[in-house]
């Protein structure tokens, strides 16, 4: 019962350093998230994907790019690092528009 | 623009205590609503949902929550609370109707954090 699985777990970059972060479901869940999590800001929302093979912006896009090569896994990444970009990343799936999502245990990522 | 309110931020309450966290949302046509919880450590975890029918909804762990239209609102409600409720609450709404994949997402509240003393 893997569910959606993110790795890695936590990470420390220098302002510039590039990463990517792994998102991977097994539930042939077509939707898949990427979200921010910020203290008093709740979650927002930066990429999503309805598809294998399709990406769309969310609230917070900027800085970030994603991919979904495979219908599994949904990658997110940071082109140049910024001490902006300090947060809890979540990654979700969820079988269509409407329903519920299923997290992953999140990725802290701290930008020095 | 579509956007989803939780009034209180941080409620403090004792054990036994009512609970009722507001949520209020503005989204254009029939929406989805939901709760989340989010333990201390921990990923979000649905609690309830709310797509049709009975506006009263019932979730885990004696949690409920009532959808009134006219206000726009899906308030949680729990009669007796616990210490293990201690967690952050996320109101969340999500469009019934799917324009070509572009609100394939949902809009969360800003969160109310919910400690309860022992």
């Known amino acids: 019962n893997a569910g959606v699985t993110q790795t890695p777990k936590f990470r420390v970059l220098k302002t510039g350093q590039s990463m990517t972060l792994l998102c991977a479901q097994d539930m042939n869940h077509e939707y898949m998230y990427w979200y921010r999590q910020d203290p008093g800001m709740g979650l927002r929302l930066i990429h999503y994907?309805?598809?294998?093979?399709?990406?769309a912006k969310g609230e917070v896009p900027d800085g970030y790019n994603v991919s979904r090569l495979k219908k599994q896994n949904f990658l997110l990444g940071l082109e140049s690092a910024a001490p902006s970009q300090t947060s809890v990343y979540f990654c979700a799936s969820a079988v269509s528009y409407n329903s519920p999502l299923h997290f992953g245990n999140g990725t802290r990522l701290t930008v020095t | 623009a579509q956007s989803v309110s939780q009034h209180n931020h941080h409620v403090i309450l004792s054990e036994a205590a009512s609970l009722e966290l507001g949520c209020n949302y503005s989204?254009?046509?029939?929406?989805?609503l939901f709760w989340y919880v989010q333990y201390p450590g921990q990923h979000l975890q649905l609690l309830l949902k709310y797509f049709s029918g009975d506006p009263l909804v019932k979730g885990i762990k004696g949690f409920e929550a009532e959808f009134i239209k006219s206000k726009f609102s899906f308030n949680l409600r729990k009669p007796s609370v616990q210490w293990s409720d201690t967690a952050e609450y996320f109101c969340a709404a999500g469009a019934t109707l799917n324009y070509g994949g572009s609100q394939g997402n949902l809009i969360f509240g800003k969160g109310t954090k919910l400690s309860v003393k022992p």
């Open positions: 989204y254009g046509g029939t929406v989805n």
């Open positions: 994907s309805v598809g294998e093979g399709t990406t």
